[in-house]
């Protein structure tokens, strides 16, 4: 029993990297309709972007990690980083194909994703050798009901609950959300109302790309090795969350990522192999049972 | 006259195979060019299979990569573990056991593609693309699974019977196939399904079939390229199947052009070829090369050769769109265009 809820601990702590991820693949995808292949690597540079900033505050490290202030210092200016490259990848890549078919953009967006890649290894100071991630926050252990948790974990977990809470009253609330779900109705309608529809595209961007960068940190906290190929499996599987969940649904996102994560731990305890497959296997099943995913909602095709 | 001018292809075809075992023997193309000649041709059957259902049927598969491992894995099987390899076959049976390989590589596939195709009767658009990523990852974990094919050590050992006459031999067949198809009314029917499904559907097309059909004739033809690819390394592995090559297969396939076969081998052999050449630029290669492949996407979103087909590629009683060829005059003019 102890151990199921250790397995339980580890899976709501992968599920919270997916879910932070697959919220940006979720947003992207709801306004722009398109399969941002490259989302994954923004989790990479999140975590780059975290190792070199952290690398400039070294002069205020005591006792072997940050001060609180510093921590939150470095984790806004990596999120701000990533939101902006995320930004102009959008304004670079994908805006001259908006209007072009579906498939081209993802093409362009495997383009983008091999150079987010690449260009980063090619790099004399970053190269293609795994770095080790900076502590930001000291690993203290609890014991609850038999389970070893860290306050790194209960912090990812707190951490991605609170964004997807805060992220769904925006989008319900705010006049910058009803933009947002204005464009994902109907970009020309939205526009005719006076939606600044490139605007809402580059927010929606930065706001994903800010949200991959928290995820990439979460993940190199809790696994601390960051190298530059590590966005692409896990962009992978947040995708499949996403769609697991219903693309689209920022609360479909949240709970595919999380049920994701359990699954993908319980059955690695099986067989290492079976833990990748299991996600997608659930994936193919839930899609046969519900084909738009667990939250998302059936469209009717129109002639 | 218009006898001699349909043999004008296969003439090509031996032309090509002459022309490179000449160059071959005068050391212009030394062992690595031959095998990267030989990947571009298999990566032209991937491509133009994959082109059957993305291009010419309007369905996403976007997990082609685990047709192509089911086919290399099931023609490994058959050359290697049931005949035992090189040394178990005389030297007379070799041919037939490896073609009998390749058969049984291309079933597996499209046995498997058939599997795949039921769900696109539920599925559309993106979730369908996401069904058949999922299930080449599924393909792939399995087969890392089974261990008396090697699990994810990989297989071994596996006879080198594919050379370059027969990747170019088996080329043509597909491309020779696939044309025939794409102009016959199974291939009205395709494109029908692509261009508006509803009024397919509507016109007496039964879209299931047509769907599941077109499925599997491209699994089966990517089964054979992997039976093609684990003949010529020698050794396959399932991590040589990953989403990273499906994606590949995607890539050729839009940046070459989809809905023409011209594109499928201009897409494939000129994006096989240029990492080879661009290997001087060490760490920087891939950097560059996916700046070649957004430049293109950007500026020529419809692909190098999008809407344009070579004239041996297509059939001229009458155009993919059901409207009779233009006259000559207007054709030459088209032609300008692209």
């Not at chain 2, 001087?280 to 979103?301: N, Q």
């Amino acid at each position: 029993m102890a151990s199921i809820l250790q397995y339980l601990v580890y899976g709501l702590q992968l599920g919270s990297v997916y879910a932070l991820l697959a919220l940006g693949y979720t947003m992207v995808y709801g306004i722009v309709r398109m399969l941002n292949v490259a989302h994954g690597d923004f989790l990479m540079i999140g975590a780059f972007g975290t190792y070199f900033i952290s690398k400039l505050f070294t002069n205020m490290v005591v006792d072997g990690t940050y001060p609180v202030i510093a921590v939150v210092a470095i984790i806004l200016i990596a999120m701000v980083l990533t939101g902006s490259i995320a930004v102009a990848v959008e304004a670079i890549a994908y805006r001259p194909l908006r209007n072009k078919p579906r498939m081209i953009a993802l093409i362009t967006a495997v383009g983008v994703s091999m150079f987010l890649e690449n260009f980063p290894r090619a790099l004399p100071f970053i190269g293609p050798n795994p770095r080790s991630f900076p502590t930001l926050f000291i690993t203290e252990h609890f014991t609850v009901a038999g389970a070893s948790v860290t306050n790194v974990q209960i912090i990812m977990i707190v951490f991605a609950i609170v964004t997807m809470t805060a992220l769904y009253l925006v989008v319900n609330r705010t006049k910058i959300g009803s933009q947002m779900r204005a464009v994902s109705m109907d970009r020309d309608a939205a526009l005719l109302m006076g939606v600044n529809v490139n605007q809402v595209i580059s927010i929606t961007f930065f706001v994903g790309g800010a949200l991959a960068a928290v995820s990439g940190i979460c993940y190199a906290s809790a696994y601390p090795q960051v190298d530059v190929y590590m966005g692409s499996w896990l962009g992978n599987m947040s995708f499949v969350a996403a769609v697991l969940g219903g693309i689209g649904d920022i609360r479909g996102a949240m709970l595919g990522g999380f049920i994701l994560g359990i699954a993908q731990i319980l059955a690695t305890a099986v067989n290492s192999t079976f833990g990748y497959a299991v996600g997608f296997i659930i994936l193919i099943v839930i899609l046969l049972v519900k084909p738009a995913g667990i939250m998302g909602k059936t469209t009717i095709e129109k002639v | 006259m218009k006898k001699v001018k349909s043999l004008y292809p296969a003439l090509m075809v031996v032309i090509m195979y002459v022309a490179i075992m000449v160059l071959k023997e005068v050391r212009i193309l030394n062992g690595y060019y031959i095998q990267v000649l030989m990947f571009a041709g298999i990566n032209v059957m991937m491509t133009a299979s994959l082109n059957l259902v993305n291009g010419f049927t309007g369905q996403y598969c976007i997990g082609h990569a685990g047709f192509m491992s089911l086919g290399a894995y099931g023609a490994a099987v058959v050359t290697t573990l049931i005949f035992g390899g090189k040394s178990g076959v005389p030297l007379l049976l070799q041919t037939p056991v490896f073609l009998l390989g390749l058969f049984v590589g291309g079933c597996c596939a499209a046995l498997v593609g058939a599997l795949i195709g039921i769900p696109s009767l539920k599925l559309k658009g993106d979730y369908l693309a996401i069904v058949t990523l999922a299930f080449g990852e599924i393909v792939r974990a399995l087969l890392r699974l089974i261990q008396p094919i090697g699990g994810a050590r990989g297989m071994i050992g596996i006879p080198n019977y594919a050379n370059i006459g027969w990747i170019l031999f088996f080329v043509a067949l597909t491309l020779y196939l696939l044309r025939n198809l794409i102009y016959s009314p199974f291939g009205r029917a395709f494109v029908a399904i692509r261009d508006n499904e509803i009024a397919a559907d509507a016109m007496g097309i039964n879209t299931t079939k047509y769907k599941i059909m077109s499925f599997c004739i491209a699994a089966f033809i990517a089964g054979v390229a992997g039976g093609l690819y684990a003949h010529v390394l020698s050794f396959i592995q399932p991590d040589s199947f990953s989403i990273a090559k499906s994606n590949d297969f995607l890539v050729y396939l839009y940046a070459g052009g989809a809905g023409s076969l011209t594109g499928s081998i201009v897409g494939a052999v000129l994006l096989t070829v240029i990492p080879e050449v661009l290997r001087f630029l060490a760490d920087w290669r891939l950097a560059v090369y996916a700046v070649v492949l957004v430049i293109v996407m950007l500026y020529r979103s419809e692909g190098l050769c999008g809407g344009y087909e070579l004239p041996f590629l297509k059939i001229t009683r009458g155009s993919l769109y059901g409207i009779e060829e233009p006259k000559k005059k207007l054709s030459f003019k088209k032609k300008k265009d692209a």
